[in-house]
């Protein structure tokens, strides 16, 4: 499997993806966001951070960036695309994912551990989870606020195209497990073809169980397959 | 020639950090103070003479950079 990680200035999670991709054995390359070329990958990761500053909006300045355009030749064609927490950011910027993440409804900056629950595991991202299984992982957000139209929400819930929502330890998922104001408690979403995926939470960051716990593992070695 | 932008959020999209302003406003004693809603300005210099031309040029900057239409609106003024 070959991986890419694009950098833009202000990424700070790429190098932990890295860290699990070469642990998995994938075949990694990072991308800077000024190159034209992107090698040959079966997945891209957008990862987490503040590009540019945050500048205009999260991720607005980055979805214009020369890589992007590649990026998103390489959806289109079905490549596997991963974009965690300002990676989502950046996916709703550049229209690859519908919506928008808004500032989180308290106006605070979330840096916690929460819970999610696999909505939906029959897809290439989340097939080595239990279907309903709860994930203890890592939000460090101050945009996560997920908001789209009344028809688009109403899609993503009737085609599956939502993977996590958030949910306490027993996986009641309800408002006031909702840490950000999300609609519908979205922690991340899907395209139709459910080869992009965008979430907020961190999976890169609960890999090993010495150091926080490794909930997040699996939807890297979902992927290998 | 130049030209202003307001962009501001859609009626139906929750404004957190303009209700925040409006309840300190109303804390410091602004009891009148009805809503408040928080936007974005921009000031546009543009090296166009034609004013429509201009005009077409901002509005496309606004659509492909400066607003996201999914949730702000925008209003393009010449100044």
Redesign the interface.
């Known amino acids: 499997m070959n991986s890419s990680i694009i950098v833009f200035p202000g990424s700070n999670c790429d190098r932990d993806i890295a860290v699990v991709l070469e642990k998995l054995h994938f075949q990694n390359t990072m991308v800077w966001h000024k190159d034209t070329n992107l090698p040959k990958s079966d997945l891209i990761v957008i990862p987490g951070g503040f590009s540019y500053g945050d500048y205009?909006?999260s991720g607005?300045i980055a979805a214009?960036s020369n890589i992007l355009n590649e990026v998103v030749k390489a959806a289109n064609d079905g490549c596997s695309v991963l974009g965690i927490c300002n990676g989502f950011q950046i996916l709703t910027?550049t229209g690859l994912l519908?919506?928008?993440l808004?500032?989180?409804?308290?106006?605070k900056f979330l840096g916690k551990d929460i819970y999610v629950k696999i909505i939906n595991n029959d897809n290439k991202f989340c097939h080595k989870y239990k279907q309903d299984q709860i994930l203890k992982l890592n939000i460090a957000h101050n945009e996560g606020n997920y908001?789209?139209?009344l028809d688009h929400l109403k899609e993503l819930e009737d085609k599956n195209l939502i993977p996590f929502k958030y949910c306490d330890h027993e996986g009641n998922v309800n408002e006031k497990n909702n840490p950000n104001?999300s609609l519908n408690n979205i922690a991340g979403i899907f395209n139709n073809k459910k080869n992009i995926l965008g979430m907020m939470p961190h999976p890169e960051r609960m890999v090993d169980q010495m150091i926080s716990g490794d909930d997040g593992v699996n939807l890297f070695t979902s992927l290998l397959n | 020639m130049k030209f202003s932008i307001k962009v501001r959020l859609k009626k139906d999209v929750l404004d957190p950090q303009g209700k925040v302003v409006q309840q300190t406003l109303q804390n410091m004693g602004m009891d009148t103070l009805k809503s408040l809603r928080q936007g974005k300005y921009f000031e546009i210099e543009i090296n166009e003479n034609d004013e429509s031309e201009a005009h077409v040029k901002v509005e496309a900057m606004c659509k492909k950079l400066l607003v996201n239409l999914i949730v702000e609106d925008f209003e393009i003024t010449k100044i």
């Open positions: 205009l909006r607005a214009k910027e519908k919506g928008v808004l500032r989180n409804k308290n106006l908001f789209t139209s104001g």
